[in-house]
């Protein structure tokens, strides 16, 4: 690990108040996952202030909440207690048995109804003594940490400004044992914890933070010092070639997460990076993949230990790992559930979802699964970590994951449980991938924005590939890069259909709703109707559907867990329009299409269905084109006039918008229609002769 530069600007810093320097200080901290992980660690400050019920100044801890996460912690993150009702606890402690009891005690001592969840960790901060303390989880200093000869390293690299305490589970209890430590030897900088990380600290926030830099700068040193020669036992097999490996992941993913989401739909996140390579192509692999991880924010993010799937780069085995594949999934859960069996307690929560989270595939890479694909992505980081970690740890010494019923211990805690319990409800649509063509379109982009809102992924697919660019950036800024990215393609190519699933494939781990939004419009008499007219509306309208059916068609199959498909139709697929020939033709043929996929799918739980709107103008690229002119010729009206005509030709004497539509969309995308294959929705503002029955 590379040597960490002090970031503190002191000038920014002297005007802020002091819980406004605790959140700098904070910030700086979680920005750099060297010094601790997403959601990791905790930072604090004991902070004079006036007491709202006497008006006399007393002394206050602010802490970070539960659930909070470092870098992007703001002040209503934090948890601010009475610190003397804090000391008091320790009165009421009636031994490690009764630890738990002691967190129920916490909302007591809350300071001005703040109603941020104090974590397990403030225990250690309020009994520490130090008016600034940071609590991190550094991979150079885990790595000390986790090691057989942990202590004597500690005590050879920091020569007593560092105290060492084996591993404890966080607790009421552990906080008893650093003060003591603290006491026993003074003028710690900080104490290890036996397979967990530091904590540290300062009287200035200043001094704090630098004091954590500069400690875990002194471990990477001489980690760097003592590290040469081969990592893990060195090289077992070839890393595979860039172009192969997202073939490899391209074929697996939808497989892998067909096989965990029976219960409840995940999403994959890939990751080849040199570190992960390193350690899926190396003679430890297995060895170390077993211990598990030592780090509590680890091991919880990635559960009890990875399943590496037997691949051999050499042989090129594939084939074999893919018919074999549901036998290690079925052996993966059968040993979750012995671990489980083994390890509980009368009172422990019922057991979880036995799948793994994380898969390593020797010259591959590392596959996430999460519900949700931001949790799936920084799961990989946890155990990107874990690989840093043991990777020091066996350079020194040897790796030493958390004992099995401690694993457990931490795993079914029944204060994590209650965290789990406080986190929202999920979306409708969390743990779904979606495919939108035409994305860059209003009515396939109204699409995306509701599938996002309601938590699904979504690929946006677009052969214009300024406006889907435009398009990707927007939804980007309001729903971030894990849940939403692009593909420019061509529908009418079927090269291209086939390379944009896959991309969805290496990017979401498959497919779960199809919405098929990619459209042209044309308009002429029938005697001048070319040929090239013609033949542009069923390539992209009739023979586009039907490439993006089949080619999702496979991966669902693959997955076997059933998925939706909608296809955007019109009106005009069931009425006849005038001068309109070969797109009224093309939109009959999709929505037959679609009837015909119905049939076909529904054994496999694969849903089709069409929505069939009508004169949807705001936002239309097809509206903005030749077609307006047309059709407005063709009702012999002006084309500033036709949204009115059609406003008054409707029953309801209503526009219809892209986001009518998109609800549409959104029924039939979502298991709100779970019952409901091969029907139509016309979204017309109704339109006699388009009544289906």
């Not at 290690?328 to 019922?350: I, K, L």
């Not at 013609?534 to 559907?545: H, K, M, R």
Request: a negative charge; aromatic letters at 8%.
């Amino acid at each position: 690990m590379s040597i960490i530069i002090n970031q503190w600007d002191a000038e920014l810093a002297k005007n802020l108040s002091e819980s406004d320097t605790l959140k700098y200080r904070s910030n700086l901290l979680g920005a750099d996952l060297r010094i601790t992980n997403f959601g990791g660690g905790n930072t604090s400050a004991k902070i004079l202030q006036g007491d709202p019920l006497t008006g006399e100044p007393t002394e206050v801890l602010w802490v970070k909440g539960s659930g909070g996460d470092l870098g992007t912690i703001e002040l209503n993150g934090f948890a601010s207690l009475y610190q003397d009702k804090l000391l008091q606890l320790k009165g009421r402690y009636r031994g490690l048995e009764h630890e738990e009891e002691m967190v129920g005690l916490l909302p007591l001592c809350t300071f001005n109804n703040n109603s941020r969840a104090a974590s397990i960790d403030t225990f250690l901060h309020a009994f520490l003594p130090h008016q600034h303390i940071d609590h991190t989880h550094p991979d150079d200093l885990i790595a000390i940490a986790a090691c057989t000869d942990s202590e004597a390293i500690t005590k050879e690299i920091f020569i007593g400004e560092l105290g060492w305490v084996p591993w404890q589970r966080p607790g009421f209890e552990l906080g008893l044992t650093l003060e003591a430590i603290d006491r026993q030897q003074p003028g710690l900088k900080g104490i290890i914890m036996g397979g967990h990380g530091l904590i540290s600290w300062a009287d200035s926030a200043e001094a704090c933070y630098s004091n954590t830099v500069e400690l875990i700068n002194r471990a990477t040193a001489w980690l760097n010092r003592k590290t040469t020669g081969e990592n893990f036992a060195g090289k077992a097999v070839e890393t595979v070639s860039a172009g192969k490996r997202a073939r490899i992941v391209e074929k697996l993913m939808p497989l892998v997460r067909g096989a965990i989401s029976k219960d409840s739909h995940k999403v994959g996140h890939f990751e080849d990076s040199d570190s992960v390579l390193e350690f899926v192509c190396s003679n430890d692999l297995r060895r170390l993949a077993a211990l598990g991880t030592s780090c509590p924010d680890h091991f919880l993010r990635t559960k009890i230990c990875p399943l590496v799937i037997p691949y051999r780069p050499a042989e090129d085995n594939l084939n074999a790992v893919i018919a074999g594949l549901e036998a290690e999934f079925e052996a993966y859960r059968c040993g979750y559930a012995g671990y489980y069996q083994r390890c509980r307690h009368p009172d422990s929560p019922a057991m979880r979802d036995p799948n793994p989270v994380i898969f390593l595939i020797p010259g591959v890479g590392m596959l996430s699964f999460a519900a949700d694909r931001t949790t799936a992505r920084i799961a990989a980081e946890f155990y990107n970590n874990a690989i840093n970690v043991m990777r020091g740890a066996e350079a020194i010494s040897q790796y030493e994951g958390l004992a099995e019923q401690e694993a457990f211990n931490v795993e079914y805690w029944l204060l994590e449980e209650a965290k789990l319990q406080r986190m929202p409800a999920s979306r409708p649509l969390q743990g779904r991938v979606a495919y939108v063509t035409g994305a860059a379109g209003a009515i396939g982009r109204a699409s995306a924005e509701l599938l996002l809102a309601d938590g699904a992924c979504v690929m946006l697919v677009d052969r214009d590939e300024s406006a889907l660019g435009e398009t990707l950036s927007s939804l980007q800024s309001d729903w971030g890069n894990d849940h939403v990215s692009a593909c420019v393609a061509d529908l009418t190519q079927e090269a291209d259909v086939i390379a944009s699933f896959r991309v969805s494939c290496r990017q979401f781990s498959g497919i779960d709703i199809v919405i098929a939004s990619a459209g042209i419009a044309t308009s002429a008499p029938l005697t001048a109707t070319s040929l090239e007219m013609w033949q542009q509306n069923q390539d992209i309208l009739s023979t586009g559907y039907f490439l993006v059916g089949r080619e999702a068609f496979k991966i669902l199959e693959q997955q076997n867990i059933g998925g939706s498909i909608v296809f955007i139709a019109s009106k005009n697929a069931l009425v006849a329009s005038k001068n309109a020939a070969a797109y009224c033709t093309a939109k009959a043929a999709e929505l037959h299409l679609a009837r015909c996929m119905a049939l076909e799918g529904a054994e496999s739980g694969i849903r089709v269905n069409s929505v069939n709107p009508d004169a949807v103008l705001q936002g239309s690229k097809i509206w903005n084109s030749e077609w307006r002119k047309e059709r407005a010729d063709a009702y012999q009206v002006e084309s500033v006039e036709l949204e009115e005509h059609y406003r008054q030709r409707s029953l309801l004497k209503q526009s219809v918008l892209p986001v009518d539509v998109a609800k549409a969309v959104l029924f039939f995308a979502s298991d709100v229609s779970a019952k409901s294959t091969g029907n139509i929705l016309n979204v017309d503002a109704g339109n006699a002769e388009a009544f289906t029955r």
